[in-house]
């Protein structure tokens, strides 16, 4: 995983609620849309049933996971891990298959850095939990109010939770349930997760050697190239930096973020250069991902859209026991899930995606023609992903869109060892 990438611009917490208000216009507006009668053909919007909901989303705001090489230290009070009452909702963590929760790696890095103030790194916050909770009332106006799809309360029948194995994240998974189901449950609450060997719901560079290899290099590159290195430098001479600091855009917008959302006092370069900052850390991740490399990106978040896509062909299959499909799958993720994630479906808009962000996938069925179509949101706003003729996609120009970068866990399996491959031929 990309040391330091997992942040992002971030809504303040006086924001939360500005942008809560604002989804729900938003989705309203579009749920007018879709109840509109008219004679549209297959597409017409007032004939068309919700079947199923997937959301990614990000985990709330948390701690950096790296501070500032700074004399002055931002200080992160421990008093932030309080948890707000509202969002207390009881949680099993499981594997995929039902067992025990796995090891977690990266915990246990996180665990080893502690900040000024007594906080460790990475971890969530009373603001982020907050944040998840807004997403989940947002969801709950969605599927239980405005559309009456889910159950009010959490029925394990019809929602499937996964996680990647950090608690930040297992943690905001909570906080968002908890604002859905407003903390009634009708069964107990599964997380399921993986280890982090097997994990696909961000780029693995621990597992997939070619991955890691082309990120590693590329990495290197990007800090090269004139703009970004002109940058750098100047953003570091004036934060007092000696230029021998290992320190980049990633790092820097990092902190600027977490101390931006809990409105920490940071250091004046930081809010002076905040926009440069995000829009080079921007530029560093996309010349490490690359568009144009079909690969990378298919390595990056291939086997992810496999289980998307799967989730979604398994909905319209009428052979598909009841058993086996769920009305809402929730997917915690990060930063770097969602900015390849977002290229690959065409509507990444060049901002770094901010803490508690969510894309929102809903499949509908016409109830006369049995044509299938999926609706796509990101942050609470309309998209039109790529090949798609509207903002409501016929399901298989969709899944054509999907199909040019997901893998199945064969396919997945053999990209990340060609390099591995290729070096011991070499070595021969």
Not at 211 to 231: F, M, N, T, W, Y
Not at 371 to 393: A, I, M, S, T
Request: hydrophobic share 40%; charged share 20%.
């Amino acid at each position: 995983m990309i040391t330091s990438v997992f942040n992002m611009r971030v809504w303040a917490p006086v924001g939360v609620l500005t942008s809560l208000a604002y989804c729900f216009h938003q989705r309203r507006v579009a749920l007018a849309e879709l109840r509109a009668a008219g004679d549209q053909g297959p597409a017409d919007r007032s004939l068309l049933e919700l079947k199923m909901v997937q959301v990614v989303f990000r985990h709330g705001a948390r701690s950096p996971l790296k501070p500032l090489p700074l004399e002055e230290q931002v200080e992160w009070n421990p008093r932030l891990l309080e948890v707000p009452p509202q969002t207390q909702f009881n949680y099993t963590v499981t594997d995929l298959a039902g067992g025990p929760k796995p090891y977690s790696p990266y915990d246990s890095q996180y665990s080893r850095t502690t900040l000024k103030g007594g906080m460790l790194a990475g971890q969530l916050t009373n603001v982020g939990m907050q944040q998840m909770f807004a997403l989940g009332e947002r969801l709950r106006m969605n599927y239980v109010e405005d559309i009456p799809f889910l159950s009010p309360t959490f029925n394990p029948q019809e929602v499937f939770a996964r996680s990647t194995n950090m608690y930040r994240n297992l943690e905001s998974t909570r906080c968002l349930l908890a604002g859905l189901f407003q903390r009634q449950k009708e069964g107990p609450v599964i997380i399921h997760t993986v280890e982090a060997d097997s994990e696909v719901l961000y780029p693995n560079y621990q597992s997939c050697q070619n991955l890691r290899q082309r990120i590693r290099g590329r990495k290197e590159a990007a800090a090269l190239q004139p703009q970004i290195s002109v940058d750098l430098k100047e953003v570091k001479e004036e934060m007092g930096l000696d230029s021998s600091v290992e320190v980049d855009f990633l790092i820097l917008l990092d902190n600027m973020a977490a101390e931006q959302v809990h409105s920490l006092p940071s250091c004046p370069t930081l809010k002076r250069f905040a926009q440069l900052i995000e829009q080079r850390a921007v530029d560093t991740a996309l010349y490490m991902l690359q568009w144009e490399d079909r690969e990378s990106l298919q390595m990056a978040v291939g086997p992810f859209l496999h289980i998307l896509e799967s989730n979604l062909q398994k909905a319209v299959d009428p052979a598909t026991p009841p058993s086996k499909i769920r009305k809402l799958y929730l997917y915690a993720t990060h930063d770097v899930t969602l900015i390849p994630l977002l290229m690959t479906l065409g509507i990444f808009d060049h901002k770094w995606p901010p803490f508690a962000v969510d894309l929102t996938m809903e499949l509908y069925q016409h109830q006369e023609s049995k044509e299938w179509f999926v609706q796509l949101y990101y942050n609470g706003e309309e998209q039109v992903p790529r090949g798609c003729p509207d903002k409501l996609c016929p399901l298989d120009k969709f899944l054509n869109t999907m199909s040019v970068y997901t893998v199945s866990p064969e396919k997945y399996h053999t990209l990340c060892s060609q390099a591995q491959a290729m070096k011991i031929e070499s070595e021969k």
